[in-house]
Each structure stands twice: as C-alpha cells, then as structure tokens.
C-alpha cells in the first residue's frame, strides 16, 4: 500500500488532535485556527503510512482523507 495524498476536510475537523497524538510527523493541529494541518511528507516507511492511516481510523469527525495507490486505481 503506497499512500498518495493526505488531505483534511477542515469544515468537519474539531480541532482536538488525535491525528496531532497518533502522527506528529504528518499532523500538526494549529493552535489559532483549530484545525488539523498536514504539514510532513507522508510518504516513507511502512510505519509512517501505518500511522497515517490509524490517525484517519481515529478521527471522530471522519475529517482525514488518505488516497491510496489501491483507492486511486479503482477509480
Ligand atoms: S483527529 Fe480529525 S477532527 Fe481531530 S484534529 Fe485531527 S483531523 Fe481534526
């Protein structure tokens, strides 16, 4: 599984972080606005892409979209 986008849908993120918790290497929630960012490369290990796709698992508000190689040849 190669990850090729990590976006998040600032209109339903809350601001709490547990993106921010799971991977501060990719999210970092910021602190005027309250909202989640993506501000790391996203792309390397296997464990980096592990935890990118728990923090989209984890988000209550379903705000992280992660596209996959897999997603994005079935469409
Ligand atoms: S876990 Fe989801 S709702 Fe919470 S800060 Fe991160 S993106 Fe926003």
């Known amino acids: 599984m190669k990850i090729l986008a990590v976006e998040v849908d600032e209109g339903f993120c809350d601001g709490v972080g547990y993106c921010e918790k ?3 290497d990719v999210f ?5 606005r309250r909202k989640a960012v993506v501000v790391g490369e996203f792309r390397g290990s296997r464990e ?8 989209e ?3 209550p508000m379903r705000a992280i979209v992660v596209t996959t190689e897999e997603a994005s040849d079935i469409g």
Request: glycine share 0%.
């Open 28 to 32: 970092m929630v910021d602190p005027q």
């Open 48 to 55: 980096l892409a592990e935890r990118v796709q728990l923090a």
């Open 22 to 24: 799971i991977c501060p």
């Open 57 to 59: 698992n984890s988000c």
